[in-house]
């Protein structure tokens, strides 16, 4: 079936250093494939997707490029701030399109 | 903005106890999820629905059990809480054609 491999953390930088977490995946078809990022105390909430072969998701400044040659969904953003802190979560539909399969998460410290 | 709500925010109970916790959403999705979220952050899909009188279980067994009565309400029951139960619960939903899910804010159980 398909799965998700996401860097681990956690992972520490300074305020407007630049960011990559790195996401990989395993899937049969073409998934959708998407970045998850939650806040202490509070649930998921979607941040970017992508639904095809070189599709760009963005938002608040990160990007995503999915790239179906390496199986991969890298997070990226050119300049962090300390509230960019929180757990992030790389995702991919399921085989049967039905559900989506989450990554461990990736947690992000940004400080100042 | 996604709209869908648990209650409650936070619970502590004592060993034993039958508890229910509640996850509600008004945008009239068919489908629902539970997830399980452990310290480390890792999501457990425990159960899920894909409309009225459908339910599944996920890929963790799990004690608790759910209903799907009305397409806004889907209440995870616990007959007798356990320690081990201690952990975050997630309620979600996707909308009929998407894949995205929305998420609530959680419950944080605490079975002492």
């Known amino acids: 079936g398909n799965s998700v491999t996401q860097m681990e953390g956690p992972v520490t930088l300074s305020e407007e250093a630049f960011l990559t977490i790195n996401c990989t995946y395993t899937a049969t078809g073409y998934p959708s494939l998407f970045w998850y990022v939650q806040y202490p105390g509070e649930g998921l909430q979607l941040l970017l997707k992508a639904t095809k072969a070189d599709d760009k998701g963005s938002n608040k400044g990160f990007e995503a490029t999915y790239r179906k040659e390496t199986t991969s969904f890298h997070l990226e953003k050119g300049s962090v701030q300390v509230s960019d802190s929180a757990v992030y979560f790389c995702?991919?539909?399921?085989?049967?399109?039905?559900?989506?399969?989450f990554g461990k998460g990736t947690t992000l410290s940004v400080s100042s | 903005e996604a709209d869908i709500y648990q209650t409650p925010r936070y619970l502590v109970i004592g060993t034993g106890k039958k508890i229910t916790l509640e996850c509600s959403q008004t945008m009239g999705h068919d489908k629902m999820y539970w997830y399980q979220q452990d310290p480390g952050m890792e999501l457990h899909l425990i159960h899920y629905s894909y409309g009225v009188n459908s339910t599944e279980k996920g890929d963790l067994s799990s004690e608790s059990t759910v209903s799907r009565i009305r397409t806004e309400h889907f209440p995870l029951t616990l007959e007798s809480a356990r320690p081990s139960h201690t952990s975050q619960y997630l309620c979600a939903s996707t909308g009929q054609g998407e894949y995205e899910q929305y998420f609530g804010p959680g419950t944080r159980l605490t079975v002492t």
């Open positions: 995702a991919l539909t399921n085989q049967a399109g039905t559900a989506l399969i």
